[in-house]
């Protein structure tokens, strides 16, 4: 069905100045001014901002605040406020720039989002989530007149979501000079209609913004691999404001999660007298897979099991403010931990996240609503649905088509619609849409209706694979009720755990709330904590293990997608205030692991796993249950303070081995023992009082333009013997002291009510992270992290 199948990644390159080149991507971050008095007078060019905030976007307003009961979005949204704000820019363009074509770009903006360019009204974008641009050539000025570009932003109807969404310009700007003739990025297409490692088809068109007979002369393809060696090239000549070609390519490496093979595509636009007038670069990737309603996925002809997680657009303490190195960081843990497949829940990303995903190797399931036309908060997109989302849809698929990560489209998550007749219309219509302008891609949404006679999504018979949400104990039936259509987990899971956290009662999973009645968990903890250990889930959900071990052992279903990888902002099942932040994810807020991310990695990656929990603080004499994470042996071996309390082992029905231990203070030691003998082993001990701060600082490994990039650095309280101290927190304070900034601070705990902004952070279960960023790469920064008895300076090369 879709098999052969390859799509590719648009990329442009800034220019350096003073360099002409016939398309230039200039950097438009830089130099805002914001404000959140709302004057409506701020559009105007003469209006005066000199006692605005000075900002660097992208910018997430709403992030700066501590949290409050207060606001109207409520804990689901965050607990932090919305409202509407003003941003303004002044530059200025030579003489000698007239004549060419300027188009300023927004990678999103939340929400509804009003453009001015020299007084001059552009537009108003309505989706938050999607990217836009608007002409600004009419309007500019050039010589010494200043050009003054104004954006009001109004997300002020709350509730909107549920969750956090951030307020702002929150992703990038650019400002891009192209030639008076032009091809249109959206409307360029690559795919390949066949693809294998001895040879390949590429297929490109494309369109010209204006009719170009008397203007252009000839197009150039050029496909090179990563060590710039030209492996195809074809010059034809133009006589059209459109073309279609192919390049016939031999002998290339397919695109994987394991080896992310990209290749770099030209397309080169010439006049007459043979000058440059256009040229845009993509990244290619060639990979086809097919899905099979019995036996599964299949990519580049192999079984692929999708090990895929949900992750929402914000970034911990970053809100949803993007920052290119702090979704790499997200991404690559992800990708530790064995996930090769992403589902972007509930909107679409960020165009670089898309970009990493591409880099990095991972497949995504795009994902375009939350909604349809019936509501689930007051004020979000179904207000809007009716009257934008043909167009909405057609721009979310033009701008994404081109990425090689991207193999699905999902067109809803959980849409109520999917429980009477007007979901047949809606989902029909969106998948027409969708197909126009991607045929390539199988089309998806997310639905939770298990009786095909009461589901009107699937009745539609339109969607090319459906997408089950929970109902783990109904897979079974899923192939009978829904015949002849292959089948993905699209969520699974949502478990909830507070990292560090070890409830004593663990035997059985527990329900957090239990049903649909109760709003909030009633039997839970004082400090809104929930136990780390996985047996704790909401209601519609199950545990960790059962969910994996309900879905590996179905070869029908092609895959899962966890509820969630990352805790995010908002929705804080099972808790009220002060709880202001999810407890779903496998790693915490603040990029901290919880423990069953080693389960996860046990279980999907061949990385020698030994992971064993909880801490070794307890009470004298406490029964303490012992886990032990594990792969790549028969059994571990588990020693209190040098004697043997005997062997286990996982099982098909638990992934972990266990203990039940009586505690005494001292060391707790896990061996894994492979063939009878000893591979591998990990010691936890009781820790005494805290002595020493311990700082890891990772930058490197995150790193992406040496310009935006972030240091995330983790900070352990350990006491005299380098052992972590869980119990006994402190506050430590983040001192800029030459060269960096700090931008935010994190420990994970869901109910920390100071703002994520703050450079003052206490320690959770001894750990805590600080975000900071250089602010002259080429110099050594210096900070000093302290509290009220411990001090440590950090240099950062």
Avoid at 208 to 219: A, R, S
Wanted: some cysteine; charged content about 25%.
């Amino acid at each position: 069905m879709f098999h052969k199948l390859v799509s590719f990644l648009v990329l442009f390159v800034a220019v350096l100045p003073g360099i002409a080149q016939p398309r230039q991507t200039i950097d438009f971050n830089g130099d805002w001014f914001f404000t959140l008095d709302d004057d409506l007078n701020a559009r105007h060019a003469d209006f005066s901002h000199a006692n605005w905030k000075k900002i660097v976007l992208p910018h997430d307003w709403s992030i700066g605040f501590d949290f409050g009961e207060e606001y109207p979005a409520g804990n689901a949204g965050g607990a932090l406020p919305g409202g509407a704000g003003w941003y303004r820019k002044t530059f200025q363009l030579s003489e000698k720039d007239k004549g060419s074509y300027y188009a300023l770009h927004f990678g999103g903006v939340h929400r509804y989002a009003e453009v001015w360019v020299n007084g001059k009204y552009l537009g108003k974008n309505i989706n938050g989530y999607l990217s836009f641009e608007h002409d600004l050539t009419p309007y500019l000025r050039y010589g010494n007149e200043q050009n003054v570009v104004a954006v009001r932003v109004d997300n002020s109807l709350q509730p909107n979501s549920r969750w956090y969404t951030g307020s702002g310009i929150y992703r990038d700007v650019r400002l891009e000079k192209r030639s008076p003739l032009h091809l249109l990025r959206e409307e360029t297409v690559i795919t390949t209609p066949e693809v294998s490692a001895e040879k390949s088809v590429l297929n490109v068109r494309s369109v010209f913004n204006k009719y170009t007979n008397d203007k252009v002369g000839q197009l150039t393809l050029k496909l090179q691999d990563k060590y710039k060696k030209t492996i195809a090239e074809k010059t034809v000549r133009l006589s059209e404001n459109h073309f279609e070609e192919k390049l016939e390519v031999g002998g290339i490496t397919l695109w994987e999660p394991g080896n992310p093979a990209l290749y770099d595509l030209s397309i080169t636009v010439l006049d007459n007298s043979n000058k440059v007038v256009d040229e845009l670069k993509y990244p290619v990737g060639f990979r086809y897979f097919d899905f099979d309603e019995q036996k599964g996925f299949f990519l580049n002809g192999k079984p692929f099991k999708l090990l895929g997680v949900c992750l929402h657009h914000d970034l911990g303490a970053l809100g949803a403010a993007f920052n290119k190195s702090a979704a790499k960081r997200q991404l690559l843990v992800m990708k530790d931990m064995g996930v090769n497949a992403i589902r972007t829940a509930h909107n679409p990303p960020a165009e670089e996240f898309l970009d990493l995903c591409d880099e990095l190797g991972f497949l995504v399931q795009n994902e375009a609503y939350d909604m349809w036309a019936k509501r689930k908060n007051k004020f979000d997109y179904h207000i809007d649905f009716k009257e934008h989302y043909i167009n909405d849809l057609v721009r979310f698929v033009k701008r994404d088509r081109n990425h090689p990560s991207v193999f699905m489209w999902s067109i809803g998550n959980e849409i109520r619609e999917q429980f009477d007749s007007t979901g047949i219309a809606f989902t029909r219509n969106m998948t027409e849409v969708v197909k126009k302008l991607d045929p390539t891609r199988p089309v998806t949404a997310a639905l939770t209706e298990t009786n095909y006679d009461k589901n009107f999504i699937a009745q539609a018979q339109v969607l090319d694979v459906l997408g089950f949400n929970y109902k783990i104990f109904d897979y079974d039936k899923l192939p009978t009720e829904f015949k002849g259509v292959p089948l993905i987990a699209s969520e699974t899971v949502s478990a909830l755990q507070t990292r560090g956290v070890y409830d004593s009662v663990h035997d059985t999973i527990q329900l957090w709330p239990a049903s649909s009645k109760d709003k909030f968990v009633t039997n839970g903890n004082p400090d809104f904590t929930v136990s780390a250990y996985d047996n704790v889930a909401a209601y519609w959900g199950t545990s960790h293990e059962r969910a994996w071990i309900e879905v590996k052992k179905r070869d029908f279903l092609g895959g899962t997608f966890v509820w969630t990888g990352f805790d995010y902002l908002g929705e804080p099942v099972p808790y009220p205030y002060p709880a202001r932040s999810s407890y779903y994810g496998i790693v915490d807020l603040a990029g901290l692991p919880k423990d069953v991310y080693y389960m996860y990695q046990s279980e999907w990656t061949d990385t020698d796993v030994l992971h064993l929990l909880p801490h070794w603080n307890w009470k004298e004499g406490e029964q303490v249950e012992v886990w032990c994470y594990y792969n790549n042996a028969d059994e571990v071996e588990l020693f209190l303070n040098g004697r043997s309390l005997g062997r286990q082992s996982k099982t098909d029905e638990r992934l972990h081995a266990v203990w039940t231990v009586p505690f005494e203070a001292g060391e707790l030691k896990a061996v894994k023992i492979k063939d009878g003998a000893a591979v591998q082993e990990v010691v936890k001990k009781t820790a005494g009082k805290p002595v020493d701060i311990v700082v890891n600082v990772e930058h490197d490994r995150y790193a992406v333009d040496g310009l935006t990039d972030m240091h995330y650095i983790t900070v352990s309280l350990v006491d005299e013997h380098g052992t972590v101290v869980p119990d006994n927190d402190i506050e430590l304070s983040f001192v800029p002291q030459d060269n960096i900034a700090i931008v935010g601070t994190d420990n994970g705990y869901q109910a920390d009510l100071h703002s994520l902004s703050s450079a003052k952070r206490n320690t959770y279960k001894g750990l805590a992270v600080g975000i900071a960023q250089k602010l002259n790469q080429e110099k050594e920064a210096k900070l000093i992290i302290k509290s009220n008895t411990m001090e440590k300076e950090i240099r950062i090369k």
